[in-house]
């Protein structure tokens, strides 16, 4: 059964520093997603990786993936206030052909000015 | 606008009654996924379909059913066999392999 760690599961930091979200998996995928989550709403997709060595950058947020590993890391940088979210990260499974998602328990980020 | 919407926001039901929740997608995805979300947990899987007619089983079916006889269309019923139903459900959509999942709204259901 894949498992889908995050950590940390909470995390409080200043405006302005920078930090490292970590998601390992359990069992092969080349495909991870971070998603972000406000209070009361829904996931939004942020990042899509698909293959060893991916890496994305959106703004202060940078993404990437190492598939032997079997890690992931989200990185922020400079951090501000609206970056205050839950975070996300899923992995990709086949079971029996289909396809499905199973996510980390997430990633509380509260920046403090 | 293309889109998943989910309706009822809230919903509010007494315990032992079935309940049913929308989920319809304009998007002309293939997949489509139920999840449920509890306070300060990640999203746990209920149900898929991959194509019309068709539907796998999550980690928690139990206490649930959905039907997929549209494309756009994916409804998920909570029947009084779900033992604990308040919850956040979370409806989404795939376009195909290596694409995200497309989440809708959410309907927050509250069962007394």
């Known amino acids: 059964e894949l498992k889908v760690e995050q950590n940390p599961l909470f995390l409080s930091m200043q405006e302005g520093k920078n930090y490292t979200i970590y998601c390992n998996y359990s069992?092969?995928?080349?495909?991870l997603y971070w998603y972000r989550q406000d209070p009361g709403k829904s996931l939004e997709s942020l990042f899509v990786l698909l293959s060893n060595g991916a890496v994305k950058q959106e703004g202060r947020l940078m993404a990437s993936l190492d598939t032997k590993a079997r890690l992931s890391t989200l990185h922020i940088t400079a951090a501000v206030h609206d970056l205050s979210a839950t975070y996300f990260c899923a992995v990709d499974i086949y079971p029996g052909g289909s396809e499905k998602l199973v996510f980390g328990k997430g990633t509380k980020l509260t920046v403090n000015p | 606008d293309g889109g998943i919407t989910q309706s009822p926001k809230y919903l509010f039901r007494k315990e032992g009654q079935n309940v049913t929740l929308s989920c319809e997608q304009n998007l002309n995805h293939d997949a489509m996924y139920w999840y449920r979300q509890d306070p300060g947990q990640g999203l746990r899987l209920i149900y898929y379909s991959q194509i019309v007619n068709d539907f796998q089983k999550g980690d928690i079916a139990e206490g649930y059913s959905v039907s997929r006889e549209k494309k756009e269309s994916f409804p998920l019923t909570v029947t009084s066999a779900q033992k604990n139903p308040t919850a956040f459900y979370l409806c989404a959509s795939r376009p195909g392999q290596g694409y995200e999942q497309y989440f809708g709204p959410g309907t927050r259901l509250t069962v007394t």
């Open positions: 069992t092969t995928s080349d495909r």
